[in-house]
Structure formats: C-alpha cells, structure tokens
C-alpha cells in the first residue's frame, strides 16, 4: 500500500529501511532517495519508526 502518495514510498519499502536501521521520517526519505513534500505521510512514517525500533510503548 502507498504510505507517501508524493514520493511513491510504500508500507514494504518504508518497513524495510526501517529495518535497516532508520531512526527518524528524514532518515527514511534520505534513504529511499526524496524527501518530504506535502508531510501528509510524516505522522504515519514516524509512527512505523517507532513501531519498528520498539519504543512505540514508551
């Protein structure tokens, strides 16, 4: 499913950098080479960072 309809970024390729270690919505826009345009995925990339690096319950 498309996350960031601006930069075509879907749920697969934004879980993925996750994985690979991306820290924050910037680190994820710099790794799939774009960066914000609108913002409307910001808040649901962010909330995948922190679902993916565990601290979503803190």
Do not use: F, W
């Not at 960031?4 to 790794?31: E, F, S």
């Not at 993916?52 to 803190?58: F, H, I, L, V």
């Amino acid at each position: 499913m498309y996350i960031c309809l601006c930069n075509a970024l879907t749920d697969k390729q934004i879980a993925a950098v996750v994985a690979a270690g991306a820290g924050r919505p910037h680190d994820v826009y710099a790794a799939c080479g774009c960066r914000a345009q609108c913002g409307g995925c910001t808040g649901t990339i962010l909330s995948m960072v922190r679902e993916g690096s565990g601290s979503g319950g803190k």
